[in-house]
């Protein structure tokens, strides 16, 4: 079935470092691929989407390109701040079908020190 | 604020009792998706809503159960509680459920805790 692997975290990161999460995916055909961030103490938000090969999503300095070759869909930030610290979800949604469920990586928890 | 509702916030309980989660979606929303959000098992769906009719299922116990109601607001139902239930669940909508890249707006959980 589908699935979604992303890099195991912690990751722990200074100010302004360059950020990279890794995420892969399988799926049959060409699924709309997701990054939602959790806050502390809150619920998901959609950071970014991505709903065909080679469109790169982007939000609040957050970018992540859809590679159909390599099935993946890394999210990168060039400049980290102490308020990006939250968990990170890379998630699909299948193209065909009728149902419109998420499924979600493990997530990454980013701590980002001042 | 994504406009999608969760109540309680939070639910302490015992083993073997029942309780029911509410979710009321954002205005226009028509589907419904009830996940579960543990330290083991990640996030994992649960089942989803359309218009007052189920859509899909996922890794639902058959001790829950859910359901939409005509006002589009949707409540899980979880019986005969056991510890490993204690989790976060998470309510989401989307205008029309389907494939591809629509957005789906999660509200903000009520974690239950089963002593």
């Known amino acids: 079935g589908d699935s979604v692997t992303q890099m195991e975290g912690p990751v722990t990161l200074s100010e302004e470092a360059f950020l990279t999460i890794n995420c892969t995916y399988t799926?049959?055909?060409?699924?709309?691929l997701f990054w939602y961030v959790q806050y502390p103490g809150e619920g998901l938000q959609l950071l970014l989407k991505?709903?065909?090969?080679?469109d790169k999503g982007s939000n609040k300095g957050f970018e992540a390109t859809y590679r159909k070759e390599t099935t993946s869909f890394h999210l990168e930030k060039g400049s980290v701040q102490v308020s990006d610290s939250a968990v990170y979800f890379c998630?699909?949604?299948?193209?065909?079908?009728?149902?419109?469920?998420?499924?979600f990586g493990k997530g990454t928890k980013l701590s980002v020190k001042p | 604020d994504s406009g999608v509702t969760q109540t309680p916030k939070h639910l302490i309980t015992a083993t073997g009792q029942r309780v029911t989660l509410r979710c009321s979606p954002r205005?226009?929303?028509?589907?419904v998706y009830w996940y579960q959000q543990s330290l083991d098992q990640g996030l994992q769906f649960l089942i989803q809503?359309?218009?007052?009719?189920?859509?899909a299922k996922g890794n639902i116990l058959e001790r829950f159960s859910a359901q939409q109601f005509p006002d589009l607001h949707s409540e899980l139902n979880l019986s005969s509680l056991e510890l490993g239930d204690s989790a976060l669940y998470f309510c989401?909508?989307?205008?029309?459920?389907?494939?591809?890249?629509?957005?789906?707006?999660f509200g903000p959980g009520t974690r239950l805790l089963v002593l």
């Open positions: 205005s226009g929303d028509l589907s």
């Open positions: 809503y359309y218009n007052g009719e189920e859509r």
């Open positions: 799926a049959t055909g060409y699924p709309s």
């Open positions: 991505a709903t065909k090969a080679d």
């Open positions: 989401a909508s989307s205008v029309t459920g389907g494939p591809g890249g629509e957005t789906q707006y």
């Open positions: 998630a699909l949604r299948a193209l065909g079908g009728s149902q419109g469920n998420l499924i």
